[in-house]
């Protein structure tokens, strides 16, 4: 069974630009959750999509942006990057609603900001 | 609102030595206690989990009991190997609806030296 997987692995931007990461989640789930990993910040959440809908959202800027497609598959978009954007985005995925106890991780998409 | 405390790193232990990593956590109620690995270069991975008071959760000769009245959940490993060299983090899940998410610690880095 495939994993959580993500892509790209690694991405350069400059400030100002937009980025765009992706995620795809285990067959099966529906949920899918965005978290950023800053150095020394430990795991900060960022969205959660279940069934197409953003359920929940963290303390971020809307600059930060995301869609879950039919297929569940999930996009998380970054606007105007600052230097401090730069992290380890990790994307997880869960059986959908509430109730579902474990998520499994992707190996997530580093994003530098230059 | 809810929030996870752990243990500040990094660790660093000889092989065969005995691990505790402490973790304590603030919520209402009976949030589900989760530690997750993250070994270097990869996402992060479920290690254990315990749902209710009392439960140990264990795996990979690592164990973690939910102790309702200490609010705690330490991570114990009485013999640690150099393949246990990684970030370690402390997590629950606690919440109905659209509060419905994981709340991390800030991970704890541990190496194992030989």
């Known amino acids: 069974e495939a994993g959580v997987t993500q892509s790209p692995t690694h991405l350069i931007k400059t400030r100002g630009q937009q980025a765009t990461l992706r995620c795809s989640p285990i067959?099966?789930?529906?949920?899918v959750y965005w978290y950023q990993q800053a150095l020394g910040l430990g795991l900060q959440f960022l969205l959660w999509?279940?069934?197409?809908?953003?359920?929940n959202r963290g303390n971020f800027p809307p600059r930060f942006s995301g869609r879950q497609f039919p297929n569940y598959s999930s996009e998380l978009n970054v606007n105007a990057l600052e230097l401090e954007d730069s992290a380890l985005y990790l994307c997880?995925?869960?059986?959908?609603?509430?109730?579902?106890?474990?998520?499994?991780f992707g190996a997530g998409s580093r994003l530098t900001v230059l | 609102g809810n929030s996870v405390t752990q243990m500040e790193g990094p660790v660093t232990l000889s092989e065969e030595a005995f691990l505790t990593i402490n973790c304590t956590y603030t919520?209402?109620?009976?949030?589900?206690l989760f530690w997750y690995v993250q070994y270097p270069g990869e996402g992060l991975q479920l290690l254990l989990k315990a749902t209710k008071a009392d439960d140990k959760g264990s795996n990979k000769g690592f164990e973690a009991t939910y102790r309702k009245e200490t609010t705690s959940f330490h991570l114990e490993k009485g013999s640690v190997q150099v393949s246990d060299s990684a970030v370690y983090f402390c997590a629950l899940r606690k919440g109905g609806g659209s509060n419905y998410k994981l709340t991390f610690g800030k991970g704890t880095l541990l190496t194992v030296n030989p």
């Open positions: 919520a209402t109620g009976y949030p589900s």
């Open positions: 997880a995925s869960s059986l959908g609603g509430v109730g579902a106890n474990v998520l499994t």
């Open positions: 999509y279940d069934e197409g809908e953003e359920r």
């Open positions: 067959s099966g789930h529906t949920s």
